[in-house]
């Protein structure tokens, strides 16, 4: 007699990459599949899963038709759920489309505006939350005036409008605001007339490519000057090359030394603990692990459910005692203390303990 597990059609997980890999997204399924596992090996999920990855080349270095192409396909293969994008550019994108097939993602972004009836939210960073961090960073610091450059992008604008109102309520004076194009390679005439304003900081806001134009403009100018950043530097967890160039800046990220969640991870797989990517993508494949269990009826609509019924589960970014889950018009899933001031020195990221003391 054939047995009617083998014969049971696997629940397929869209991953919807949107922009290029440098190994083919290989860590991210890796990271995806523990979480996911690990809720199988409770026993509460009836058939297998598989996950099933596309690539678009999304904005800003691609189009949005691409995107648009790329999630149809995956939506026409039979995804069940889908996990991505991860630029809010793109996010804006997907959101809508989302809804109207009605079928539930999880993308991992920073842009709360992404999320909809059928778009939930893995938050890594925020462009609503990390300018108000920051700008309590400065203060603390005790610098009375900041000059600021930020991506001429749907991304760098909404980060400067929330930078900008943060330093209102705290009595911080902006010197001078610049836009930069998002993938600037030379703004060193931006960085000298930002330097004209005589400014006690600067700030970067975007999505971390021109970061690295503007870190080479700050060189050149040989512009002594502290530095804070929103969480595009997590960029140089891969691009080593760009660390030097960022020595000393002061930054967002969602990794902490002190999660136990993550010191658990680390123990079964070191480079998906390593950085914020590999921590987001196993508690997304815990997240979508967990609707499956929860849900009624195994189909867009039930998976889409099952997401708002998962609570209080330990997240694996943010510090210590972030939570996760979703709930009725609440699809942000990270709970909590989950943004964490870190800073790059010689080549290292190192957590600023002033942020949690």
Known sequence: MSNPASTTAPILVGVLYDFPQADNGALFEEAVRIGIDEVAATGRLDRPVELMARHAHGLPGGTAFDVEKTFAELVDAGALVILGPTISDNGLIVGPLADAARVPCINYTGGERTRGEFMFHYQVGSLEEEPAVLAAYVQRQGRSSVAVAHDHS????????????????????????AAVPPLAEDVSPIVARLRSGSPAGLVYLGLGVAARAVALAVESEKWDIPVVANSALMFAYGRRDWRAGWDGWVYVDTVSNDNRMRAALRERSPRSSAGPIGVAAYDMGRLVAEAVARAAHLTRDGIRDGLERVKQLPATSGMDGTTMGFGHYDHGALKGRYLVLRQWLDGKTVQVVEHYN
């Open 154 to 177: 749907p991304v760098g604008r909404r980060y400067a409008e929330f930078f900008s109102e943060a330093c209102g309520a705290l009595g911080i004076d902006i010197t001078g605001m």
